[in-house]
C-alpha cells in the first residue's frame, strides 16, 4: 500500500453546484479523518469515522456537507450548493488506532467560482 | 479548548544554520504531539510523534522535544537545507484517548542556498 489517496486532486465548479471528493485510506487502517485548510491557514477538523460509524462531525460541517464510508473502507465527502467560501483544500487522513499517528493524503484543491 | 499557536508564522535562514521552530499549547492533558511538513499546494508529511510520556523523539536531521508543564513543544533541524524549505505544523489530538488534531497556524520556512 502506498499511503492515503484521494481523487481528484483538483476541481473547479460553478457556485451553486454539488461536489463530491473521495479518499482512499491506508487498507488496515479503521480511523478516517476529514480536514479543511484555507490559504495560509493550519488544516481545521471536519469529521472522522471509526470503521463505517462516523463518530464525530465538527460545527465547521455545515448540513451541506455530507460524508459517508459505507464499507469501512474508502469514504466520499460531498458538498452541495456549493459557495464561495467553500473554497479549500480537503485532506483525508487515517490511523491505524486512537492517538497513532495520523497519514495524511495530497488533499483535493476545490476552487468555487 | 486547546488552543495551539506557533511562532514565527515565516522564518528565512542561510543554509547550514540550524534552527528551532516553536509550537506552543494551551491544554497541557495531551496525549501526544505531531510534527508536520507541508510543501506549497500538497498534502501533509508526517515527520515525528512524540508521545506524552517523552520528552524527545529524533530522526536524521530532526529533533522535537517535548515540555508539557510549560506548553510547548521544538522541532530542531540540524545543518537545515534548501531541500527543508516547508511549512511546518505541530498537532495534538482532542482528548485522552486522541482522535481530532488541532493544528497551529504552521510556521513557514525558507532555507537561502
Known amino acids: 500500500d502506498t499511503g492515503v489517496s484521494q481523487d481528484p486532486r483538483h476541481k473547479i465548479t460553478k457556485r451553486g453546484q454539488n461536489v463530491t471528493f473521495r479518499c482512499d485510506p491506508i487498507s488496515e487502517h479503521n480511523r478516517l479523518y476529514w480536514y479543511r485548510q484555507t490559504l495560509g491557514q493550519g488544516p481545521e477538523f471536519l469529521t472522522y469515522f471509526q470503521n463505517e460509524a462516523q463518530l464525530e462531525k465538527s460545527r465547521l460541517l455545515s448540513d451541506r456537507f455530507s460524508a459517508e464510508r459505507p464499507k469501512g473502507s474508502f469514504s466520499t465527502l460531498e458538498i452541495q450548493r456549493t459557495e464561495q467560501g467553500d473554497s479549500a483544500m480537503y485532506l483525508c487522513?487515517?490511523?491505524?488506532?486512537?492517538?497513532?499517528?495520523?497519514?495524511f493524503g495530497p488533499g483535493t484543491r476545490l476552487t468555487v467560482t | 479548548k486547546q488552543e495551539v499557536t506557533q511562532i514565527p508564522a515565516a522564518l528565512s535562514v542561510p543554509e547550514g544554520e540550524n534552527l528551532v521552530l516553536n509550537c506552543s499549547f494551551t491544554d497541557s492533558a495531551i496525549y501526544n504531539l505531531q510534527w508536520f511538513r507541508q510543501d506549497p499546494g500538497k498534502g501533509l508529511t508526517s515527520l515525528l510523534l512524540i508521545q506524552s510520556s517523552q520528552r524527545e523523539q529524533t530522526s536524521g536531521r530532526l529533533n522535537a522535544s517535548l515540555d508539557k508543564s510549560s506548553g510547548r513543544s521544538t522541532l530542531y533541524i540540524a545543518a537545515s537545507q534548501p531541500g527543508d524549505s516547508a511549512t511546518y505544523l505541530c498537532?495534538?489530538?482532542?482528548?485522552?484517548?486522541?482522535?481530532?488534531?488541532?493544528f497551529g497556524g504552521g510556521t513557514r520556512l525558507m532555507v537561502k542556498p
Open positions: 498537532a495534538i489530538p482532542k482528548g485522552n484517548a486522541g482522535n481530532m488534531l488541532t
Open positions: 487522513a487515517s490511523s491505524l488506532l486512537a492517538g497513532a499517528e495520523q497519514y
